[in-house]
């Protein structure tokens, strides 16, 4: 069992930029990939980014590549979201996820979710 638990969370103004953190209880955090999805009002969650156990590989959706970057600290047990140029549409419920296969298609453990907000 993992837990995570997300902060960083807030409300900026457009153009502005926030950090996500995920603290995982994991004793061998290293096991994990780890993704950032969101969820908009109204709407489905969607994946945000994702990165790979070592780190080495890193995927983005379209709408925030060049904006936003993953990244993990194994030391810490804990993956970041650095999210820059923030836009409104960037508003949502950002969660994370974790899972112990290599490529995961889809996460087993979630986060409770981090507000983010974007003020036009």
């Known amino acids: 069992q993992v837990q995570l638990v997300e902060s960083g969370g807030g409300l900026v103004q457009a153009g502005g930029s926030l950090r996500l953190s995920c603290t995982a209880s994991a004793r061998t955090f290293s096991r994990y990939a780890m993704g950032w999805f969101r969820q908009a009002p109204g709407k489905e969650r969607e994946f945000v980014a994702a990165?790979?156990?070592?780190?080495?590989?890193?995927s983005y959706a379209d709408s925030v590549k060049g904006r936003f970057t993953i990244s993990r600290d194994s030391a810490k047990n804990t993956v970041y979201l650095q999210m820059n140029n923030l836009k409104p549409e960037d508003t949502a419920l950002y969660y994370c996820?974790?899972?112990?296969?290599?490529?995961?298609?889809?996460?087993?453990?979630w986060g409770q979710g981090t507000q983010v907000t974007v003020s036009s």
């Open positions: 990165i790979s156990r070592s780190g080495a590989t890193k």
């Open positions: 996820a974790a899972d112990d296969r290599a490529y995961p298609d889809e996460y087993e453990y």
